[in-house]
């Protein structure tokens, strides 16, 4: 029972330092408390606070043994002298505590840092929670502490008690007199049962026996698991009956726990559940063809629309969730549910959990490239930017030709995400398409593709960007563009690239020359991407034609040709 | 000193007689609170005292001249006249506040009036408890000179009441707390039923708190709610029934080492192990007669019932999920028979196994479940011994006997006094002598019951006031157990 009166409320005597100390005490609480609602538990910043609080604790007990407040609605109180204020309702720790019935709480010196972090943390739960939540005296009441007294007005004590009573008093039959039956007037000796008496003259002794039976049941049943055995049991009880009416509310009771238990994203005991189901139906114990087809559509229900929207508003609760349990369990789901990890994307708030589905789209999408593709019409660009990635990610062929469809989508972002995907498809028919893009609007998907086009090193890559260089246009290309276009032409295309770029360096207009000289800049240092014996040769021989406007440049590109190779040796050589 | 418990017992009142004492004292009290009232505003000399005294003075007349001595008096907060508790409803409450405010100022707890009494000493009497009043600094001593200086023969003061010793102060409180706690448990629990009935789910947070004060008082003390677990009743049959299994749990719980939390969750699976029952029609729940095989087979589904109701309403915790083992086990025996069928056999959680004892026996001192006439608690005890080993886990029945000990809480005892007695509680050092209250003899049964110990003995002699000659049967006396234990307030 907790305390009724705090006998140590007044009289303490606490000087106005002391006062000043409260004050600063548990503003610093209310405060750690409303910004602790805003982080995950195991923040820094509610760690900071939690440390704060008690080294602010610790501090004042220097002086004094016992902190003794009053509580009212809105305000703390020691010795009358108000000391906290809660102003606005998410800093009020007054009204946390008065709102469940406390009236004095009463800390003592030997208060330890774990008990003023329950402290602290009771506060926490407290303020931020929904209707029919934990209670802040229930908490108080589970921590039990040692150094938090608190007196508590419970609903019970000022419950309609004389109501209550009058229950009782509509039975009431007074005695008369004459119905009272009479009974000798000798008094009958006293005759205890004979067994009962002997039972219980060793009664109250228990035997080492007894003892060890008792203790060993209260241990062992330290470690039962009750939610697992509450699942097992409704399987059991489905298992066993016949009634078409027990099956279908045993089966909603189970989908009770289970839609609870995703609510609280505790994903492992939601894979234990389908698996536990999964093994009954295989098993073949059942014999009701009801509890059969109840317990298949509860398993087609783990990934149904309603149960991945709430998965999503789980996920989308939690942003510090571990997520391979999560994975687990959506990896779990049959093709059906597919579409639903699909629209995950679309609804998750935080990356590392939209990562995770696209990493289980990559792996279970290998087989459903259509069923995947299908998604990059999506309205939404970040969805269809997402599928993509998980397209490219399966470097399935398939996929190329949902690439194509988005290949002119309005967002740049998807498109970067294209020009991604197809740098790890390694089919051919990706060619077309890269070459496709070096005509986007955007320079920078122009360059990438460049890049992208040189890494294939394939002849079709050549030939397409051979047209590109030497289109007439091209003169007027970005720099940047320029120079990884023709790189990545020479890289593609061997022999035949280097004789384009002798064709380009050899070009010489009679007019408006200054175009021309650009790109011609921009394609002698690509020879360097070719390992061909004739970008060699034809290196060395303008690097030896000192009167060509080439010559510096090429020598200069030899001296590291040659640098890089003698590293290429010693490195080989190490 | 006169005790006017004792005085009532001595007069041995029949109901009626009661009835008129109480009326005159009504009468008596009212009139004695004017003629005070008029005695602090007027002289004597005054018309409307003059009148006041008539007034009184034959009132009391009549009264003397019918029992031939008159007993005003205060205990425990109630007035009495002649030993008779002067009842009152909610209104005119005024003028025994007002009597038992001056007597307790003026150091008295009431007086005597022999069939002797004067006007004048009527007159000395009013004036002096009056001026007593006003000065408020008197004892019984120093008012009782003042008596004997004004030679009033006809009136004896009575001392001030014992003070309850501080230690049965705090029994009472600690009984009347353990009351309020015992009667919101099973009102909330009535509540959370209805909200649980229309499948929404429910707010757990007062349930909680109730049945931690439940754990705390317990493992303070089990006396003052398992003496409550006797009350039993009809039409609130399964809440009353479940709040009694709680405590039972959490009792025994408590003896064999259950940390609190876990005497908490116990008592929260206890509290709810019936639950299945308020979906059950209530014409089958209160059938008077046996039930037929239907019913029978509807009763059975209680434990099913009771598990899809807390599925789908309660969060899925810890705790719930064990008040969901238990509602679905707790009509299963150890050696497997019971219901409801399953195809393979399971152990037995042993928060069930706990429940499963409690629940019989209440159920069975009730005599609401599957039988019409409650046992004793006595004899229900004698028949589940046996059973130790097939229905019952055999050390935890053992715990459990321990704690309800041989004489549960609302046996009926007759003593040798011919006197009848409820059992309300054990001396752990003489089981064979429990704590009691004297609710009346064979003859007549008394308004109150008075709290005795059996274990207490005469100081000079060394013998036992009061001995057991056997148990009885409550409706043999027509006795209603709950009007007993509910009595004071
Ligand atoms: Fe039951
Ligand atoms: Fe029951």
Redesign the pocket.
């Known amino acids: 029972m907790t305390q009724r009166i705090s006998p140590l409320y007044k009289g303490l005597g606490y000087s106005q330092g002391e006062i000043a100390a409260l004050r600063d005490l548990f503003l610093s609480l209310s405060k750690g408390v409303r910004a602790s609602r805003q982080y995950p538990s195991q923040h820094p910043i509610p760690t900071q606070f939690k440390t704060l609080f008690f080294r602010k604790l610790r501090n004042f007990f220097e002086s004094t043994e016992v902190l003794a407040v009053k509580v009212t609605h809105d305000t703390l109180f020691v010795e009358d002298e108000a000391i906290f204020k809660g102003t606005t309702a998410s800093e009020n720790i007054a009204g946390l505590l008065h709102r469940d019935g406390v009236r004095y709480l009463e800390i003592t010196s030997g208060i330890t840092e774990q008990e003023a972090s329950s402290l602290f943390e009771a506060f926490v739960t407290c303020s931020g929670r929904d209707e029919g939540a934990e209670d802040i005296v229930n908490l108080f009441w589970q921590v039990g502490f040692e150094h938090v007294t608190y007196d508590v007005v419970d609903v019970f004590e000022v419950s309609e008690m004389q109501e209550l009573r009058e229950e009782f008093d509509s039975t009431r039959e007074p005695a008369i007199a004459d119905d009272i039956p009479p009974i000798d007037n000798e008094s009958e000796p006293l005759e205890l049962p004979k067994t009962l008496a002997e039972r219980f003259t060793d009664l109250a002794v228990y035997s080492p026996e007894e003892t060890a039976t008792l203790r060993e049941m209260a241990e062992s049943d330290r470690t039962v698991d009750a939610k697992s055995q509450v699942v097992e049991l409704l399987l059991l009880m489905c298992e066993s009956s016949d009634s078409p009416q027990d099956i279908s509310q045993i089966v909603e009771a189970l989908q009770s726990i289970f839609d609870k238990t995703i609510q609280a994203a505790s994903f492992p005991r939601m894979t234990i559940i389908l698996h536990k189901i999964r093994d009954l139906l295989d098993s073949g114990d059942i014999e009701s063809p009801t509890a059969k087809k109840r317990l298949n559509d509860f398993v087609y229900r783990c990934g149904d629309s309603l149960r991945i929207k709430m998965i999503v508003e789980a996920l989308n609760r939690h942003e510090d969730l571990d997520l391979h349990p999560a994975r687990q369990y959506l990896s779990e789901l049959g093709w059906e549910s597919f579409n639903h990890l699909l629209w995950m994307l679309g609804e998750l708030a935080f990356y590392p959990a939209r990562k995770m589905v696209c990493d289980l789209l990559v792996e279970k999408g290998i087989d459903k490239i259509d069923l995947l593709g299908s998604a990059v019409f999506d309205s939404r660009w970040y969805l269809v930017r997402n599928v993509v990635w998980v397209l490219g990610e399966t470097g399935h062929a398939r996929a190329l030709g949902f690439l194509r469809r988005v290949a002119a989508h309005p967002d740049l972002r998807v498109r970067i995400e294209v020009v991604k995907a197809l740098g790890k498809i390694s089919d051919p028919a990706r060619i077309e398409l890269l070459l496709a893009l070096t005509q986007d609007e955007d320079e920078k998907i122009r360059t990438m593709v460049a890049e992208e086009l040189g890494r294939t090193r394939s002849e079709s890559a050549y030939v397409g960007l051979r047209k590109i260089v030497l289109s007439k246009d091209f003169v007027d290309a970005p720099p940047t563009e320029m120079r990884k276009l023709i790189d990545a032409m020479v890289a593609s295309g061997g022999v035949a690239a280097v004789e384009t770029v002798r064709e380009v360096l050899d070009r010489s207009p009679l007019f408006n020359r200054a175009p021309i000289r650009r790109l011609q800049d921009a394609a002698l240092p690509a020879l360097k991407r070719s390992d061909t014996p004739e970008a060699l040769k034809l290196l060395t021989k303008l690097a030896n034609d000192t009167k060509s406007r080439y010559s510096v440049t090429a020598k200069r590109l030899l001296a590291q040709r040659q640098f890089k190779q003698e590293k290429r040796v010693d490195d080989e050589s190490a | 000193m006169t005790n006017p418990l004792d005085y009532q017992t001595s007069r041995r009142l029949s109901g009626t007689e009661e009835a008129t004492y109480s009326q005159r004292g009504k009468a008596i009290i009212n009139q004695l609170s004017i003629l005070l009232k008029t005695a602090r505003v007027h002289s004597p000399d005054n018309d409307s005292f003059k009148a006041q005294l008539e007034q009184s003075y034959q009132l009391y007349r009549d009264c003397l001249d019918e029992y031939g001595e008159t007993v005003v008096q205060v205990q425990s907060d109630y007035l009495f006249f002649c030993g008779a508790r002067v009842r009152y409803d909610n209104e005119g409450l005024a003028a025994p506040d007002h009597l038992r405010d001056l007597f307790q100022r003026a150091g008295i707890s009431g007086f005597l009036t022999t069939s002797d009494l004067t006007k004048a000493e009527l007159e000395q009497t009013a004036l002096l408890l009056n001026e007593a009043d006003r000065q408020g600094d008197l004892d019984f001593e120093g008012l009782q000179r003042r008596f004997d200086l004004a030679n009033i023969g006809a009136v004896a003061l009575l001392p001030p009441m014992d003070e309850k010793s501080s230690d049965e102060n705090r029994d009472r409180e600690e009984r009347q707390f353990a009351r309020r706690t015992f009667f919101y448990a099973m009102n909330n629990l009535k509540m959370v039923s209805n909200t649980m009935n229309a499948d929404r789910p429910v707010d757990l947070a007062r349930t909680k708190r109730v049945i931690h004060s439940l754990v705390d008082q317990i493992v303070s003390d089990d006396g003052s709610l398992l003496e409550l677990t006797a009350l039993k009743s009809h039409d609130q049959y399964?809440f009353l029934?479940?709040t009694n299994?709680c405590i039972y749990s959490i009792c025994l719980g408590a003896r064999f080492g259950l940390t609190k939390s876990e005497l908490s969750t116990l008592g929260f699976a206890a509290l709810f192990?019936?639950i299945g029952?308020t979906r059950l029609p209530l014409q089958v729940l209160n059938k008077p007669s046996d039930f037929n095989e239907s019913e029978w087979e509807l009763m059975r589904k209680h434990p099913a019932l009771g598990v899809f109701t807390l599925a789908k309403t309660m969060p899925f915790e810890e705790r719930c999920c064990r008040a969901m083992i238990v509602a679905s086990e707790?009509?299963y025996n150890l050696d497997g028979s019971g219901y409801p069928a399953l195809k393979r056999r399971r152990s037995l959680n042993l928060y069930s196994k706990i429940?499963t004892i409690c629940?019989?026996f209440?159920?069975m001192t009730s005599g609401r479940?599957y039988r019409k006439v409650p046992a004793s608690p006595e004899q229900v005890l004698r028949g589940m011994i046996p059973q130790a080993g097939y229905k019952f886990d055999p050390c935890l029945l053992k715990v459990f006997l321990n704690t309800v000990s041989l004489y549960p809480p609302g046996t009926l005892l007759l003593l040798d006094r011919h006197e009848l007695a409820l059992v309300v509680g054990k001396n752990a050092d003489d089981l064979l002598r429990p704590k009691v209250k004297i609710v009346g003899t064979t003859q007549r049964l008394y308004d109150r019951g008075i709290r005795m110990n059996l274990a207490d003995r005469n100081p000079q002699t060394g013998a036992y006031y009061r001995s057991i000659v056997r148990v009885a049967e409550p409706q043999e006396f027509k006795i209603n157990t709950a009007r007993y234990l509910l009595d004071e307030e």
Do not use: P, R
Request: no cysteine; glycine share 0%; proline share 0%.
């Open positions: 399964t029934h479940s299994v192990h019936d029952k707790h009509h429940v629940d019989v209440d159920a479940v």
